[in-house]
Structure formats: structure tokens, C-alpha cells
């Protein structure tokens, strides 16, 4: 069957790649819209050589710019109907500048994020730095006072007050220079074997005075060898940084179970929030309390830290329900 040469030249030209055929002379034969739009003038009957580039006709594949602004990937086809009278080759032209364009454009972009980010772990660090020395010293001279001044003392509450405001700041900043640090800190990699149901037993006695004085009665229940890889000392803070959060939503005498279970190839840290003021531990207002284990505080950046702790290893936080039927801060870590 013949194919009407006015028919295939209409279909070449409704591609968007052009498409340039020379004869084994090098003469073009046929050049669609596409190619006659790139090299901006006509291709038909000139040789190859005085139509694109030398290196164009010379090479196989490349780059090439034929006028400011447009940037043209080519590149050869292998010999059609080599050892004829019809023997010639294909050469297909692809615009390329708004790709290259576009990879510019997020190369700016990544630089302008990276800038923003260093910006910012500055400011955190310089406004930590300057928060925390002023803090230390209300904190240390409140507690001072507060040895000083005892009930029935007008001043006893108030001086109180100010010691237990100070160290949940401090708390705060320890908090927000933690996640400065995580954010800004190298991949984890693989890390080191880390035992989740021992991390949870030295931490529970650090948060016993702060349970008692809430009228909470703090337990734990964790499988054996629940070993996960990471970063020890992290994962030590994210058990604190619950229990804080746990004790916080916690109703007075209620059971506050730290819990370690295997699920789905990983493992499972809960802690109860069910109780009071739990319905707003996702939102920018949470409820107010004295809990501290070792410094970590319940407050929204101690839940921005369980946030970040979990992801760097790999897991996801998430509120789920226990067996019982109760709502748990779950951090689910790969094993």
C-alpha cells in the first residue's frame, strides 16, 4: 500500500518532537513543523550540516542551543533501510528549557529553604541561649525563697507560683532546643539496638513524684525484647515527653499504664489521654499542670517532640484505641 506523502507530512507535523530525515547524503528530506518551529527556518533539501549544528551532524545524542533562551535535546536513529537506495537516518529534536528552567527554579528554591532553615536554627538557638539564663536565675532564686517563705506567709503561693512558672519554662526551652537540634541534626542512619520495655522502666521513676501529686497511680506493661533501632537517648525523651502528656490528661486517681506492644512488624508506645483536658492535646490549647519527669514538660512543644522524635526513626504518632476501649497517644516504630 502507498501512503500519500501529503497525508504523512500533516501527521508528522501534528507531533510535538520534531522529527528530521536525511537521506544517506546527508540531505534533508523531510522535516516536520516541529523541527521547522525549533530551528526557526526551513530544513527541506539543505544538507543536514548547513541546517543544525556540526556537532549535531557529527555526533550521536547532546545538547543544543540554536538561539538564546532554547535549549534542544537530539538525538540519531540508527540507519533506516541501510544497504538501499532509501538508506537515510531520523534525527529526533526535543525542547528541553522549560525542564531546565523548572530544575533552576528548584535549585533556587532548595537554597532559599536551606537559608530559611539555617535562619531559623539560629534565632532558636540565640533566643534559647538568652531565655534560658534569665530563667535558671528566677527559677533558682524562687526555689530560694520558697524555703524561705512557707504558709501561712501572704507570699508563699505567689513565690510558689513563680518556681513552678519558671521550671515549666525551662521546660520549654529545653523542649524547643531539642527539636532546633532534631531538625537540623544529620540522618539517624541505623542507630544502636535500643530495649523499649527498659527505656520505660528507668524512666517511670522520674515521673513517681510528679503521679502521686497528681493522685495518678503510674504503672507499665511492656512485651520482653521489644528492641527497635535508634537513638537511645532520644527515645528515652519520648517516653518521658509522653508520661508528661499522659499525666497531664489524666484524671485524679486514675491508672496511667506506659504499655510496649509488637504490632504489624514494629512496636507500639501508648500511653492513656482519655481523661481530662485529652480532647485538646492536638490543638494549640492545652491543659495546664505541674507533671515534669526529668524536665520534659507536657505543653504542645513536648507533643511537637514526640512529633519529631517518632519520624526520625522511621514511625508515625497517632491517638488510638486500647483493648479497653480508651483513647492512647500511640508511637508506632518500626522493629
Known amino acids: 500500500m502507498t501512503v500519500d506523502p501529503e497525508l504523512l507530512a500533516a501527521a508528522l507535523d501534528q507531533l510535538g518532537t520534531g ?44 545538547r543544543w542551543s540554536p538561539r538564546p533562551g532554547l535549549v534542544v535535546e537530539w538525538s540519531w536513529s540508527e540507519p533506516l533501510l541501510p544497504g538501499t537506495p532509501h538508506e537515510g537516518r531520523c534525527l529526533v529534536l526535543r525542547d ?41 536565675s528566677i527559677a533558682a532564686m524562687s526555689e530560694l525563697l520558697g ?19 519558671a521550671q515549666r519554662l525551662l521546660g520549654l526551652i529545653d523542649n524547643v532546643t531539642e527539636l532546633a537540634r532534631i ?9 544502636e539496638h535500643v530495649q523499649l520495655e527498659k527505656i520505660v522502666a528507668e524512666a517511670l521513676p522520674g515521673w513517681t513524684g510528679a503521679a502521686t501529686a497528681a493522685a495518678v497511680h503510674l504503672t507499665a506493661h511492656a512485651d520482653d525484647d521489644a528492641t527497635v533501632r535508634g537513638e537511645r537517648a532520644l527515645l528515652r525523651r519520648l517516653v518521658d515527653a509522653m508520661i508528661g502528656i499522659g499525666l497531664a490528661a489524666a484524671e485524679p ?13 514494629g512496636w507500639r508506645v501508648t500511653v492513656p489521654i482519655g481523661g481530662r483536658g ?11 499542670s505541674t507533671a515534669t519527669g ?10 511537637m517532640l514526640c512529633r519529631a522524635i517518632v519520624a526520625r526513626h522511621g514511625g508515625r504518632l497517632t491517638t488510638d484505641t486500647d483493648q479497653e476501649g480508651a483513647t492512647v497517644l500511640a508511637a508506632h516504630l518500626p522493629g
Open 278 to 288: 485529652g480532647d485538646r492535646l492536638f490543638t494549640s490549647s492545652l491543659p495546664t
Open 19 to 62: 522529527l528530521l530525515v536525511t537521506s544517506a547524503d546527508g540531505t534533508v528530506v523531510v522535516a516536520n513543523q516541529a523541527t521547522r518551529d525549533l530551528l526557526g527556518e526551513q530544513a527541506t533539501g539543505r544538507k543536514v550540516g548547513d541546517t543544525v549544528a556540526a556537532a549535531m551532524a557529527a555526533g550521536d545524542s547532546g
Open 253 to 265: 486517681g486514675a491508672l496511667l499504664t506506659v504499655g510496649v506492644a509488637a504490632t504489624g512488624g
Open 183 to 191: 531538625e537540623n541534626a544529620a540522618p539517624a542512619g541505623t542507630g
Open 96 to 136: 528541553v528549557s522549560h525542564r531546565i528552567a523548572d530544575r533552576a527554579r528548584l535549585r533556587r528554591q532548595n537554597r532559599a529553604l536551606a537559608e530559611l532553615v539555617a535562619m531559623k536554627a539560629e534565632f532558636t538557638a540565640a533566643v534559647s541561649h538568652e531565655l534560658r539564663t534569665p530563667v535558671t
Open 147 to 165: 524555703e524561705e517563705v512557707t504558709e501561712p506567709d501572704p507570699l508563699a503561693a505567689p513565690v510558689a507560683a513563680v518556681a513552678r512558672n
Open 294 to 303: 526529668d524536665g520534659v514538660r507536657h505543653d504542645s512543644t513536648a507533643l
